[in-house]
């Protein structure tokens, strides 16, 4: 099946510095990509819709200058966590819409850990 | 606005026990229903969804459009079925809405 990887899968850093966040399809072209947040013990919350050649939607409550999201090409979209804060320490985790290999289903990555000191 | 609600956060059952997971939604469109797992340390997937009306893994869900309910069942569990569930609607936009999500431990 599609595959979506995520890199780093994990991150530790100091407060004030920008995370950047990585989404790959690897086998499959996904014009469309999710960015989700998941706390602990919590469900996922989708945080933005990453659209291949143009500007991501956010999701009401979530500052588009705050998690930067770019998507330059149809297998990487980019989500970049600006002047970290702790309350930003969470679990990142991005999707991939295939629209060609399957009935329509989003897959996902493995996650990025974010830890913010 | 879409809403999925899952009732039961946690759900321990012996091995060979049916399991049923239950799974409420609103949304004033046409939904799209489906049910995601994730294995511990591994991400989320798949599971079943509710255009295809299939069993994967001995599970099933019936969507019931009259409860606005998607109930995930499987007759028999197993202890490798311990994870995880999300229950999900997909939006006109394809934007997914989770719920809170169901630990399921199976008990040998």
């Known amino acids: 099946g599609a595959v979506v990887s995520q890199h780093p899968s994990r991150v530790i850093c100091k407060s004030g510095t920008s995370v950047k966040i990585e989404c790959r399809s690897l086998d499959f072209q996904a014009t469309t990509m999710f960015w989700y947040r998941q706390f602990p013990k919590q469900s996922l919350m989708l945080m933005a819709t990453?659209?291949?050649?143009?500007?991501?939607?956010?999701e009401q409550g979530v500052e588009k200058d705050k998690f930067l999201i770019n998507h330059a090409s149809l297998t990487l979209s980019t989500l970049t966590v600006t002047s970290a804060h702790p309350e930003d320490s969470s679990f990142y985790i991005c999707s991939a819409r295939d629209l060609l290999w399957s009935t329509d289903t989003q897959y996902f990555g493995p996650g990025t850990r974010l830890t913010v000191l | 606005a879409q809403r999925v609600t899952q009732p039961e956060k946690l759900l321990s059952v012996f091995k060979g026990a049916p399991v049923e997971l239950k799974c409420n939604y609103s949304?004033?469109?046409?939904?799209?229903l489906f049910w995601y797992v994730q294995y511990s340390r591994q991400r989320l997937q798949l599971l079943l969804r509710?255009?295809s009306r299939e069993s994967i893994k001995g599970f099933t869900a019936d969507l019931n459009k009259g409860e606005t309910s998607f109930h995930l069942k499987k007759p028999f569990a197993q202890e490798e079925d311990s994870a995880m569930y999300y229950c999900?609607?997909?939006?006109?936009?394809?934007?997914?809405?989770f719920g809170a999500g169901t630990t399921v431990t199976v008990r040998a």
């Open positions: 999900a609607l997909r939006s006109n936009d394809y934007k997914l809405s």
């Open positions: 990453s659209n291949e050649g143009s500007k991501a939607t956010y």
């Open positions: 509710h255009i």
């Open positions: 949304y004033s469109g046409s939904p799209e």
